[in-house]
């Protein structure tokens, strides 16, 4: 069974320019969460989607932040225009039940994401 | 809020030495807690999985404890290998069913 996969692996973009990072849950899976680490900083949580809807968005950063899931499949989350302080690791998870229910949950193995 | 704190931030010991990483939390109100592993510019692997009715898993050599009323978890690690040199990180659930992670602990495991 593949697990979550996400892409790019890197990316290095210049401030201002947009950059899409795709992730591809695990099949079946319902929730898809999106978290990052910037540089010298625990990761924090972005967003969580149960199938195609949002569930709980309080992380994202600002409005230069897009995520979707159409479909309840993969998920793209968008940065535009991107800004030096988005620099950092955004990972991608994926769970069969919400998270509180004890559930695994399952990483992929991150986009870097390099603004300069 | 809940805030996750992990002691210490590295740590280098010799092969074969048993240890513990320790992980802390402000908030009992912790639905579970997960132990992940990273690897240098890898992701993070998933090792262990307390739910908050559990006081503690194990999985090979590796046996983590919860103990909510102290707010602690620890990760114990037995005959330490080189192949477990990593980043040790503990994130818990809370009731926004958001994980919520320590900074890690850095690993080293000398032949």
């Known amino acids: 069974e593949a697990g979550v996969t996400q892409f790019p692996s890197h990316s290095v973009i210049e401030k201002g320019q947009t950059v899409t990072l795709r992730c591809d849950p695990i099949s079946g899976h319902d929730n898809l969460y999106w978290y990052r680490r910037v540089m010298g900083k625990e990761i924090k949580f972005l967003l969580h989607f149960v199938k195609e809807s949002k569930q709980d968005e309080s992380g994202m950063p600002n409005n230069r932040f897009l995520a979707e899931r159409t479909g309840g499949t993969y998920s793209t989350l968008k940065v535009q225009p991107a800004e030096l302080e988005d620099s950092g690791v955004y990972f991608c998870?994926?769970?069969?039940?919400?998270?509180?229910?004890?559930?695994?949950?399952?990483f992929g193995e991150g986009s870097w994401l390099t603004v300069v | 809020k809940q805030e996750v704190t992990q002691i210490p931030a590295a740590l280098s010991v010799p092969e074969g030495e048993n240890l513990v990483l320790n992980c802390s939390f402000t908030?009992?109100?912790?639905?579970?807690l997960q132990w992940f592993r990273q690897d240098p510019g890898k992701g993070l692997t998933s090792l262990l999985l307390?739910?908050?009715s559990q006081r503690e898993q194990t999985s090979g050599r590796l046996n983590a404890s919860l103990d909510k009323s102290s707010g602690r978890s620890t990760l114990y690690i037995a005959a330490s290998q080189p192949g477990d040199s990593a980043t040790y990180l503990c994130?818990?659930?809370?009731?926004?069913?958001?994980?919520?992670w320590g900074a890690g602990t850095k690993l080293i495991i000398k032949p």
């Open positions: 998870a994926s769970s069969q039940r919400t998270a509180n229910t004890g559930n695994t949950i399952y």
């Open positions: 908030d009992s109100a912790i639905y579970n």
């Open positions: 994130a818990g659930v809370d009731s926004n069913y958001q994980l919520i």
């Open positions: 307390i739910q908050s």
